[in-house]
């Protein structure tokens, strides 16, 4: 099952930008979800994670700026993201954390962020 991630768009350096991914019940119930980005060029990288019992786990370039939640009752896990920099320019996905390791085409489309400076 891919995870739809919307809510992107264009920001100014310093900014900031929520992120949403809804996923069905059964996915969120059972799985940690995760935030993914990649620019241009570079690796896919993690951002951050949330178990199905809340524990959260941050890359450490977004430590302090980003936050991830979910609400179950809306089938949703977001990304708050502030401060942003340049440098958080890429395209975001949401995934579940061990399709993100095992399963290669589990990627959806994502969302493209945008921060100018």
């Known amino acids: 099952v891919q995870l739809q991630a919307y809510g992107g768009g264009l920001v100014q350096a310093g900014g900031s930008l929520r992120l949403s991914c809804a996923a069905p019940?059964?996915?969120?119930?059972?799985?940690?979800v995760g935030w993914y980005r990649q620019a241009p060029g570079k690796e896919r990288e993690l951002v951050a994670t949330?178990?199905?019992?809340?524990?959260?786990n941050y890359g450490n370039s977004v430590k302090g700026r980003f936050a991830i939640s979910r609400d179950n009752g809306k089938n949703t896990v977001y990304l708050e993201m502030n401060f942003l920099k340049p440098e958080d320019t890429a395209v975001y996905y949401c995934?579940?954390?061990?399709?993100?390791?095992?399963?290669?085409?589990?990627w959806g489309q994502g969302t493209q962020v945008t921060v100018s400076s």
């Open positions: 995934n579940t954390q061990y399709s993100a390791t095992y399963d290669p085409t589990s």
């Open positions: 019940a059964m996915i969120l119930r059972f799985n940690a």
């Open positions: 949330i178990t199905n019992g809340g524990k959260i």
